[in-house]
Nanobody, 114 residues
Framework: QVQLAESGGGLVQPGGSLRLSCAAS????????MGWYRQAPGKQREWVAI???????NYKDSVKGRFTISRDNAKNTVYPQMNNLRPEDTAIYYC????????WGQGTQVTVSS
């Protein structure tokens, strides 16, 4: 069972940027599509972005043009670069494999506030 460790969250002002990391304890295989999710207070967890092993990406409409997801297969790590952050991006951010999820990590808190 692969363990996931998210990091890089924090408090940022609107318009600011953060780069999160998700490190997997095991190898991310060529068939593993990885996703970033977020859960805001009182809301369901939602997907934000996905990336295949070859770098194909897809994004939730509300983050298109602001978030960029990347992946380092050699380091078994996935990164979302989040720019022009908005208060509505405030949430706990998680990563996981799409379709065949591993146990969820603890996530990393992102708070966008002035």
């Amino acid at each position: 069972q692969v363990q996931l460790a998210e990091s890089g969250g924090g408090l940022v002002q609107p318009g600011g940027s953060l780069r999160l990391s998700c490190a997997a304890s095991g190898r991310l295989g060529s068939g593993d599509v990885m996703g970033w999710y977020r859960q805001a207070p009182g809301k369901q967890r939602e997907w934000v972005a996905i990336i295949t092993s070859t770098g194909n990406t897809n994004y939730k409409d509300s983050v298109k043009g602001r978030f960029t997801i990347s992946r380092d297969n050699a380091k078994n790590t996935v990164y979302p670069q989040m720019n022009n952050l908005r208060p509505e991006d405030t949430a706990i951010y998680y990563c996981n494999r799409i379709g065949r999820p591993w146990d969820w990590g603890q996530g990393t808190q992102v708070t966008v506030s002035s």
